[in-house]
């Protein structure tokens, strides 16, 4: 099968990239200056990141539409306001994730933001789920790009006017270069940032001039480093088919009043799961010493059994620290429980911790329900 490759290729490889196949696209992971610098530039000024692999899904139809995704998502479309967004799963009748989603309310219908290796499943399943029945498309003629960072607001609105009066996790169409581009204060970073949907013929001439307002290429190492640092999931690691939502700890992300009713896709089983509690829950892991667990890490208890396993781990620039995330039994899922994680076939001393391992500086205006 072909690699794909993004609108931003050619600038990626001026910009000495160095690439790696990531669900079907060849992508930046790093830079010259390397992640961990560009992970602290991210944290300290603003970073850019080519996400164009993502999908973007646009539905549109009459009320009836939103009455149709409510029976799907588990959370509050009636109520979203026009040019709002919310985080979102799209589920098996068994509350497995096929993937996790953000999910904005447009004029006459919806944007989907779906992760890159799970868009293509995601539009059947979404079609077979809506029978068809309204205009909806996977948009290859747009890119994604984030730009990230406590300088992004400034340097974006020296480029696009008025992105400066959004709310966190809200977005609306602005104009650059006479061409509609779709703007949300949203990201996956930890930081304040922007997303950003435009043309694919437009978004080298934007990407250049981000660039010369100050902010820097930013590549898909850092952007792990970020959104571990930051607590967030990531599809394939924390999240997948065999897991739910309330074992990945993602309750806030489900309306309470949509539990209540139990009219979506697997709301018995989430309801069951809230009541009766779960068998292993997602948790945040923070190793003594400078010991990096990754991925499958094996999770023992303090009498040697196997209680869990690690799905993200990595060296943390900005706490200064080896942290990780897991799932590990419920019982042993409390702050501070002592844990020990088999690296290298030795056993060495972790901590059960909360989560974000760094805070958010999130702007005003998240709103959870």
Known sequence: MEIKKTSLYQLHQNSNAKFVEFAGYEMPIQYDRGIIEEHKFTREHSGIFDVSHMGQLFIYGDESLTEDLEKIFPIDLKNLKLNYSKYSFLMNDEAGIYDDLIITKIEGGFIIILNAACKDNDHKILSKLLLN??????????????IQGPKSVRI??????????????????????????????????????????IENHLVEDFTKELLEKGAKLIGLGARDTLRLE????????????????????????????????????????????????????????????RI????????????????????????????????????????FSKKDTKIFLEVREKKHPANICGLPFYKKSYVKGAINE
């Not at 006017?161 to 602005?174: A, H, I, Q």
């Not at 009043?257 to 292993?280: H, L, P, T, W």
């Not at 890490?297 to 943390?316: A, C, M, P, R, W």
């Open 230 to 289: 930051a607590g967030l999931c990531l599809y394939g690691h924390e999240l997948d088919i065999n897991k739910t939502p309330i074992e990945a700890n993602l309750k806030w992300a489900i309306s309470k009043q949509r539990i209540e009713n139990s009219d979506f896709i697997a709301s018995d089983v989430i309801k069951n799961q809230i009541i009766e509690g779960v068998k292993k829950i997602r948790v945040g892991i923070k190793p003594e010493g």
């Open 156 to 197: 974006l609105n020296n480029i696009i006017k008025g992105v400066e009066n959004l709310n966190f996790m809200s977005g609306d169409w602005f104009i650059y270069k006479e061409q509609k581009v779709y703007v949300t204060r949203s990201g996956y970073t930890g930081e304040d940032g922007f997303e950003i949907s």
């Open 133 to 146: 029945k309204y205009d909806m498309s996977l948009d290859e003629s747009r890119s994604l790009i984030a």
């Open 292 to 331: 990096i667990a990754r991925e499958k890490t094996k999770i023992f208890n303090e009498n040697d059994l196997l209680i869990g396993e690690v799905t993200s781990g990595t060296f943390g620039p900005s706490v200064n620290g080896p942290i990780a995330m897991g799932y590990v039994e419920q019982e």
